[in-house]
Structures are given as C-alpha cells and as structure tokens.
C-alpha cells in the first residue's frame, strides 16, 4: 500500500507527519519512508539508520560530435525545448532544458547526438529495525525534479517488498513534481494549517487529486490557531478530517531541533493512533 | 528600478506574509509579483481586484486523430514519458503524462498526432487595495511549465514598472530549488531570504543559496520564528557572515503572522507594535541596498 502525504502550500508539516508516521507505524509492521520532496528533502533530518546503499542518479543529455555532424540542422528543428542551439556549424546542447526525449538524438541521420548519463542526483537508502529509509537529492542548478523522483520510485519498486506500506514525502505544490509523487499512490493524505493560506492551497491540492482520480483525506496541522474555515468545507464536501495535530510552541520547538514528537507529546501519539487505524481499514477494503 | 525577489527555500517560513507586507509598505511606487503560482496566496493579503485576466499557453500535447491512426505502435515506442498507453485496444496520449516532446508527431507515418497548446494557467493582471498594480496567476491543475508561467508573471510585472515609472517590483518566489524558483530569480537585484531556526529551515536556506552563489546575486536574509531555537538562529548568524550575506532582522515567534493572514491583513497593517516597526525597518534596508 502506497500513501502520499502532499499538501498545496509548503511547511504545513508534510515532514512532520511523514517522518513521525513512519517511525510510529513500524513500531508494529515494516514500512518504508521515501522523502520525494528532492529539491528540499527534509525527512531525513529526522530519521537515522544505517547506510545501506548510496547511488548517483543520472538523466540522459544529448553530446554533439562535432566530426559526425553535418550541420543539416534537423536537431535544432525537432526540439521543443529550446535546448539546441545551431549556429553555423556549431551546434551547443542546453542540459538543464533538456527533458530527455531522445528526439534529437533519434532523429539525427548521422548519429553525431548519442545520449549520455549527466549526474542530476544523489540517493540514498538507510536501514534501522523495521524501517527502510529511502531519500532523493537533486543537484544544485538541475532544474527538473520528476525525472528524480521517477527513478527514485524504479528503485523502491526493485528493491522494497510490494507487500510493505509506503509513505512517500511529497513535494509542495500542484504542478509537475507532485502529480509524479503521487500518480502511483493508493490513497493521500493531504496535509493543511486552518489558516487563509492553508484552506486556499488545500482546494488547490484537492482539485489535483480530483484531477488524478485520487482517494484522499486531510490531516489539520496547527489546529487551534486561524479559523474553522477548512473544518467546515471537510464537512460540507464530505471530505473526511483524519486527524488534528494541536498547535503548540512545544511542538514547534521539538521540530526545529530534528526530533520526532510522538514520545513526547501524548496528543500526537493519539492523532498518528487514528491515522494508523484508518490506514489498516483501507488495507482490508483493498485486499476485498 | 529594482528589484527583489523573497525566498526561503523550506515552505511555510513566513515568506508571503512578509513579502506582502513590503508590498504595502511600498505603496503605489511598486509592481507587486507572485511568482508562487504553484500556490499563490499573495492575493489573499492584497486583495488585487482580478481586472484583467488571460489564459496562458506553454508547450504542448499531443493528440492521436484515431480515424488516421493505423495502429502501428511507433509513437508509443518512441516515447520516453510512457504517456501513450493502448486503452481499449487503441494507442491514445495521456495528457498528464505528455511532456510536448512531439518526437511522436515525427515519426508518425500517418500524421495522425497533431501537437495542441498546452494549457498552463491564468494570467491576472490587478490593483490591489493598496492602489499598486500586481501580476498573478493560477496554474491549471495538473500543468507543466510552471518555470514559464513565472517569467510570463515577471516580464509582465517589468513592463509595468517600466511604463508606469514605479521604483520597486517585489517578487513572492516559490519554495524549493527547481525550474520555477531559477525562473524567480532570473533579473533580481536583490534576494530577501527567509528562514527560521529549525533543521529543515536552516538545511534548505544552505541549498537554495548554492543556487544564489551560482547567479551570484546579493542577499539578505530574515530569521523568522528566531527566538524557537538559539543554537540555530546562531549557527545561521555565522553562516550568514561567513557567506557574506546581510542579516536584515530577527523576527519574534508571533502568532500575528496568522491572526493577520486570518483578518486579510498583512502585519503592518494588523499590528501597530514592535513587529510593524521591525518590519518596516526591514523594508528600509531592502529598499536602500
């Protein structure tokens, strides 16, 4: 079972709820956390475990040989991204617009473009009793997130048992980076503050998931502060509240210092406790 | 004319609420951008009037005519993005999934694939309550392209300031590293960066200031929340000395940031204390640099 845990606006505690969710659930079975927020991931500053495998990740990028090219130019033509540029004879590749079509590769009749790996990430993967660890970095000035967080998920695929419950941290937003995170999960969670800003970004998110064809459910973050706004459209759309994680300056303080809050703030251990059942009753209805 | 850019890096920093608060501080004499279009709450504090909007088209999505198609599977073989699928024994494109490459398009033997603009957002173009003009936009669900839909926002906004003479365009930039952040900071004379004294604040203002270093732009940074954490808030103190970067403030742990937000205020005008005069001391430094 896959579970994304998304949300619309940034720093509404997707992190927080992912890293806290994780470590609490495998307490009892064994789960897997896979941080896809690569531009900024954070999980794991919360998480520790062992290193169990450590690998570059690449994209493939267009190289231009000069003594095969002919300069007839098809290259330049077929690229939608603006990512060659010929001039005269000289043709020059822009890696960070390219989206590794294979376009102008394929398609140049004297084979002077062959496609080679270019270093856009790094990931990781770490081991402590029950839970697997699994987080994404992406390169400074690479620009493209999804194809990162693609093959993280091709690694989790060959490498985690199907049968081990997956949470994926995802990445802020709407666009291309979180449709990537989420278009494979069996359900979301989708993560916001009663604040203006959390109940507008929360719509958006819920739009996407619509849009995705995505069962989901919302967890209140910093419950008490702003207004009943997003309480009230749960209700009215019959959208079900998971749980509600208090506001407190307590927990604000355990987050900056990298630690987990369950332990210490029995609240939390009741709102990740509800979460936990809610999750084991979607696994039964999906085993049916 | 100049320009500065508010970023953070990590979410949820306080980075809208403040760059709103600038906006007002400016008065007319700015051209306000959000340039957070993934999810844009600028409006919410502003409260531009919507005048003018228009749709915005980047890239495109390739659509098979399946009266041409002949069913030779060549498109889906040559597709890196699996988005043309066999449903119901036919080979269709799926949208989401489509990058605009239009590598099908091309191999097509049929023309059967014609590539359509791709849909990307809503432009608006507004005045807010505080009688600046402001460029937003409203990305469509599941669009690409937002890295565009930002510069479209940003070459409006500069036209603006151009012709309306104003000395400021304050940009809200999006949180992360990736295309539409780049995109948010392409042309900035000046970066405000956000941040608060938590691992994930520090962890992320380190990696989106790699970024910086490589525009080398000229900084400053605000530690929001400061009082949450010391050990922090100092280690960032040096970090920022050692990079050379401007400590502009320390703001207090304050829920006015969301009681402001609540009553669809931005602080200056929610709170008359300490805050609003830390704030507008900020915005004097950014405005002077």
């Not at chain 1, 660890?133 to 400074?140: D, R, T, V, Y």
């Not at chain 1, 210092?257 to 029995?266: A, C, R, T």
């Not at chain 2, 990590?10 to 400016?26: C, I, N, P, V």
Request: aromatic share 8%.
């Amino acid at each position: 079972m896959k579970i994304a845990i998304a949300s619309g606006k940034g720093g509404t505690g997707k992190t927080t709820l992912s890293s806290n969710l994780a470590k609490f659930l495998a307490e009892e079975i064994p789960v897997v956390l896979i941080d896809l927020d690569v531009e900024e991931p954070n999980s794991g500053l919360f998480i520790s475990g062992e290193l169990k495998e450590s690998q570059d990740k690449f994209k493939m990028i267009p190289e231009w040989v000069e003594d095969k090219c002919d300069a007839c130019g098809i290259c330049q033509s077929v690229c939608n991204y603006n990512a060659i540029l010929q001039l005269g004879d000289l043709i020059t590749v822009f890696p960070e617009l390219c989206h590794s079509c294979y376009a102008c590769s394929e398609l140049c009749p004297t084979n002077a473009l062959p496609m080679f790996p270019k270093k856009m990430g790094e990931l990781r993967h770490y081991q402590s009793k029950n839970l697997d660890f699994i987080e994404s970095k992406l390169e400074i000035r690479e620009e493209q997130a999804v194809p990162l967080i693609h093959q993280t998920k091709s690694y989790v695929k060959e490498n985690i048992p199907e049968n081990v419950i997956q949470i994926y941290d995802s990445p802020p937003g709407t666009s291309c980076p979180v449709i990537e995170a989420s278009k494979d999960a069996d359900f979301i969670i989708l993560v916001t503050e009663p604040t203006p800003f959390g109940f507008h970004d929360l719509k958006l998110a819920i739009d996407t998931m619509e849009e995705l064809d995505k069962e989901f459910g919302v967890v209140i973050n910093r419950d008490g502060i702003g207004n009943d706004d997003v309480e009230k459209f749960c209700d009215r759309e019959g959208i079900e509240i998971l749980a509600k994680i208090p506001n407190s300056r307590r927990i604000a303080e355990l987050y900056s210092q990298g630690k987990l809050l369950y332990d210490s703030i029995p609240e939390v251990r009741e709102q990740l406790e509800k979460i936990r059942d809610y999750i084991f009753e979607l696994e039964l209805k999906m085993v049916k | 004319m100049k320009e500065i850019v508010v970023i953070s890096g990590k979410g949820g920093t306080g980075k809208t609420s403040l760059t709103a608060s600038f906006a007002e501080l400016a008065g007319e004499n700015v051209v306000v951008a959000d340039c957070d279009v993934d999810a844009a709450d600028m409006h919410l504090l502003l409260k531009p009037d919507f005048a003018k909007s228009e749709d915005f088209y980047s890239g495109y999505t390739a659509k098979i005519i399946q009266d041409e198609c002949i069913q030779c599977g060549k498109c889906a073989e040559v597709c890196r993005f699996n988005a043309i699928p066999v449903v119901r024994e036919k080979y269709v494109v799926d949208p989401i999934a489509c990058e605009g490459c239009g590598y099908c398009a091309r191999v097509c033997p049929t023309d059967a694939i014609e590539m359509n603009d791709a849909y990307s957002g809503k432009l608006y173009v507004s005045e807010t309550k505080a009688g600046s003009p402001m460029v937003h936009a409203r990305l469509g669900i599941g669009a690409d392209n937002s890295g565009k839909l930002v510069t479209k926002v940003k070459t409006e906004a500069k036209e603006i300031a151009v012709k309306k003479n104003k000395d400021f365009i304050i940009v809200d930039g999006s949180p992360g590293i990736g295309c539409p952040v780049v995109s948010s900071l392409s042309g900035a004379d000046f970066v405000v960066l956000v941040t608060e004294p938590s691992v994930s604040g520090f962890h992320d203002l380190k990696r989106v200031y790699e970024l910086l270093k490589t525009f080398r732009l000229k900084a400053g940074c605000i530690i929001n929340k400061s009082d949450l954490n010391f050990e922090i808030t100092n280690e960032i103190k040096t970090f920022l000395e050692e990079e050379n970067i401007i400590h502009l403030a320390d703001l207090p742990y304050d829920e006015s940031f969301t009681k402001a937000m609540t009553n669809g205020k931005t602080i200056v005008e929610f709170d008359n204390g300490e805050l609003k005069e830390k704030i507008e001391n900020i915005w004097k430094d950014i405005s002077n640099n």
